[in-house]
């Protein structure tokens, strides 16, 4: 694919999207096949899901359900929170990001940096402090309602609206087909909101039925791939022990199980060998591709996303231990 050169941009929105799909030569060096990163981090809020803060807004704009001026509310573990932040930033809407104070102090500071209002949730009594847990979300989602009911806001959804799985359908997912020129042979994929992995499987599959393709989960909730929650994790973003409206389970070829300390060493290997300063799930994702060439896709070209910056992670047990 070659190189998208834009000209002078209206503002930050713009500079979404395109970003570089690197060959991870140096880590997969003794394997058969290899694995392709698509660098979302690049982004300007540092991760893949300013993609959807975008479309969701721009369908809330297109559809009339958002007005000019008014406050748009998303509950995120902040990355969405940052995306929605530049994009609302940019357009003029006061944005209200509801986070569990679970979530690290970077990505809460970053929203604020940005504008964003954010309101902070206490975490469950019985919750790990820095470790976002399923009851964690339920009372997330508690305050998100109760501030769109009591003020004059549009919540905006990731885990339902169907911006989310487009943006990954018209954008990465076609992105990486063309960087590759089609030659991809499996897409591996940490499954938050499960929005990446529809949008771009679809994009895929549409393009060649034959590309596999697997969701990652942690090792303690892989809920989809053994139907268990075992406690809380550390990969941030996902493995919320939760059904996905999103994904439609019969595109799926399997489900890839990560623990916590593989997904950590990873993420610390790609900086260390590969030049790329990501996160935890970005970890879990090659993790788990270079598991499956080593098995079932020894000498296939694996797609994975590299979900956000490692920025967003100095306080936490990532890059602090």
């Not at 003794?30 to 979302?40: H, P, Q, R």
């Not at 059904?243 to 900086?271: F, G, P, Q």
């Amino acid at each position: 694919m070659e190189t998208v050169v834009q000209g002078v941009l209206s503002g930050a929105d713009e500079a979404i999207g395109h970003t570089p799909l690197i060959d991870l030569q140096r880590l997969c060096a003794d394997l058969e096949g290899s694995v392709l990163a698509k660098c979302e981090f690049l982004n300007p809020g540092g991760s893949k899901k300013d993609r959807i803060a975008k479309q969701m807004i721009d369908d809330a704009e297109s559809q009339g359900i958002l007005k000019p001026g008014q406050a748009v509310v998303e509950v995120t573990s902040g990355n969405t929170g940052c995306g929605l932040a530049i994009v609302c930033a940019v357009r003029g809407y006061p944005f209200i990001a509801v986070i569990s104070r679970g979530m690290s102090a970077e990505r809460i500071r970053m929203m604020e940096v940005l504008g964003a209002e954010v309101l902070l949730v206490d975490q469950a009594p019985d919750s790990p402090a820095g470790q976002v847990s399923p009851q964690d979300l339920v009372e997330v989602e508690k305050a998100a309602e109760t501030y769109v009911a009591t003020h004059d806001a549009v919540r905006v959804d990731q885990f339902h609206w169907e911006s989310n799985k487009r943006a990954h359908y018209e954008g990465t997912g076609r992105e990486i087909l063309e960087q590759t020129d089609g030659e991809v042979d499996a897409f591996v994929e940490f499954v938050g909101t499960g929005g990446t992995f529809a949008g771009v499987c679809e994009a895929l599959k549409e393009a060649n039925p034959k590309i596999r393709c697997y969701i990652v989960e942690p090792a303690s909730a892989s809920f989809f791939g053994c139907r268990e929650y075992l406690g809380p994790h550390r990969i941030a973003g996902g493995g919320y022990a939760r059904d996905l409206d999103l994904i439609n389970h019969d595109l799926v070829e399997d489900y890839v199980s990560i623990d916590d300390k593989t997904a950590m060493s990873m993420a610390r290997r790609l900086a260390a060998r590969e030049g790329l300063f990501v996160g935890t799930s970005s970890g879990a994702n090659v993790a788990a591709a270079i598991q499956l060439l080593e098995g079932r896709e020894r000498g296939s070209r694996i797609a994975v996303v590299l979900t956000d910056t490692g920025l967003k992670y100095l306080s936490t047990p990532l890059f602090s231990e």
